[in-house]
């Protein structure tokens, strides 16, 4: 069994592993309204859009935390701008924001010497350079997603299932969605610079779409979510250690590939039941 716990002995795997352990929990909690309000496009553009304002902040010698969420926020209310058209699908705003963002950030970075290497690092990141305070950075990020969780918990449930009810029961929507997307933004944001928006979407959409197969309620499709997205990050670092593939896109394949696993087994779970059904028919 040395060959599972040796990974582990050395430290900056460990750190990469409590990162990928407080990453898993930020996605869990945002990733799974985003999979009931069916908003994995928005999760995507969003994650690869704030390219741009990554490319931006470098450039001009800001921190790109802040080119980031300003890229992000942007791409966030320039699709609930859009979407206001009655011409326009929500879809077609996203789209069409993404590609103009990334594009214009694809421009910027080409500019620069280093353009593989950057492009690299903001695909994929460097979860095995996790230090103390990116650590720091995402346990305050996860305690403000957990307080925005809780405290807008009913807004959320009425946006995810009936927003014209929602809007009768005076629980304003609207309000509900622009906190939601906050979530989302703050979620990505706080965790691409360390593991890569690869595995910040592979993370924000895979665990709870695989959890949400089994779960009957909310709560416990963000546990599942949750156990899913740590799950994925040791195998991940196992097989990213003795294999010597990248970290971060090893954890991202594997929370991809449980989901998978999740999907087939609920597919074998029901046969029997439609099976039954077809005979007593």
């Given at each position: ?20 352990i ?33 490319a ?10 802040i ?14 701008l ?40 903001f ?159």
């Amino acid at each position: 069994m040395d060959w599972l716990f040796d990974p582990f002995q050395v430290s900056f795997v460990r750190q990469a592993l409590w990162a990928g352990i407080l990453v898993s929990l930020l996605c869990a909690l945002a990733g799974t309204w985003v999979v009931l309000r069916g908003m994995a496009f928005l999760g995507d553009a969003m994650s690869h859009g704030m390219l741009l304002g990554v490319a931006l902040a470098s450039a001009a010698g800001v921190n790109i935390l802040i080119g980031a969420l300003l890229s992000a926020g942007g791409m966030a209310y320039g699709v609930s701008l859009l979407s206001r058209s009655a011409r326009l699908s929500q879809d077609t705003s996203i789209g069409l924001l993404f590609a103009g963002m990334l594009s214009l950030g694809v421009i910027v970075v080409s500019h620069s010497q280093s353009f593989a290497v950057d492009l690299t690092a903001f695909l994929f990141g460097d979860v095995l350079a996790v230090g103390a305070q990116d650590l720091a950075g995402l346990g305050l990020a996860l305690a403000v997603t957990a307080a925005v969780a809780l405290l807008g918990h009913r807004l959320f449930v009425a946006l995810a299932f009936d927003p014209r009810k929602a809007h009768t029961l005076g629980l304003r929507p609207r309000l509900a969605h622009v906190l939601l997307l906050g979530l989302v933004t703050l979620a990505i944001v706080a965790s691409f610079h360390i593991v890569g928006t690869l595995l910040v979407f592979g993370l924000l959409i895979g665990p709870p779409a695989a959890a949400a197969l089994w779960a009957r309620s909310i709560p416990a499709i963000m546990l599942g979510a949750a156990l899913l997205g740590i799950a994925s990050t040791v195998i991940g670092l196992i097989v990213s250690w003795h294999a010597a593939t990248a970290a971060g896109a090893t954890i991202a394949a594997v929370a991809v590939g449980l989901f998978f696993l999740s999907a087939l087994a609920d597919h074998l779970r029901r046969r029997p039941t439609r099976a039954g059904a077809a005979v007593a028919a």
